[in-house]
């Protein structure tokens, strides 16, 4: 008798492990959503279905503001280190091995590996010296910080589709006397499309979701929504913060199901 290949879903409890994992990561979400539709002024209290806090987040003047400020950052945060990201993925594998490449795959990947409060502090210290020297002061301090630290969360998507790209259409285009430019625009970056709409994507929401840097170097009157969601909470907790959590999650799931559609394969 022949026997059964291994398969890990055929293992003890692998099915009882798997239901407790979903629990214990979605049950907290799913929780948050149901009281945001609770009529009692207190969180974590049921007093019936309404839609009232909703109302009252739609209403709130700085909540719109801070959506809308939260937006902007991240559209050109994601825009900027989806560039930088493109350029430094190019760089380090449209070319032959060469010394420091780990070093620099290193340093790409840095606000990944140290603790994001100290990335924090050293942008507030430098953005303090900047302006400092040049007064200058606004929101783009805070575009370039976000950006900085969402540069790897683009990389990554990016050198993966690029590692996995056949080199051979590239060469047939140099072989038929394209341009090192023709080749990137007619080649190259349609197939690295994907990568980089993942990479755009990834630090969208990273930046969108960001606390601790934006704490650090964020000036007056330049809350994000979860910098504002927090200050809240620090002040007197509704379920006005729980009206809010659920239209940011609504976004982001919007956004995931949009990127699936549109980089799905086709038949």
Partial sequence: MAERSFHVARLPGFA????LVFIALYLPIFTLVAYSF????????WGGFSLDWYAKAWANQQVKDATVRSLMIACFAALISTVVATMAALGTTRRQAFRGQTFIYVMINQPLMVPEIVTAVALMILFGLVKQATGIHGLGYLVLAHAAFCVPFAYLPIRA???GMDLTLETAAADLYATPW???????????????????MLAFVISLD???ITEFVKSGGQDTLPTYM???LRRQL???????????????????????LLTRKKD
């Fill in 16 to 19: 009882t492990m798997a239901v």
């Fill in 38 to 45: 609770n009529a009692s002024n207190a969180v974590g209290v």
């Fill in 161 to 163: 589709r690029l590692e």
């Fill in 182 to 200: 023709q080749t990137f625009r007619r080649v190259t970056l349609p197939l690295l499309a994907p990568g980089m709409i993942a990479g755009a």
């Fill in 210 to 212: 960001d606390v601790v």
């Fill in 230 to 232: 927090l200050g809240q």
């Fill in 238 to 260: 509704t379920p006005e913060i729980n009206a809010v959590s659920t239209m940011l999650l609504a976004v982001t799931v919007v956004l995931l199901t949009a990127f699936f």
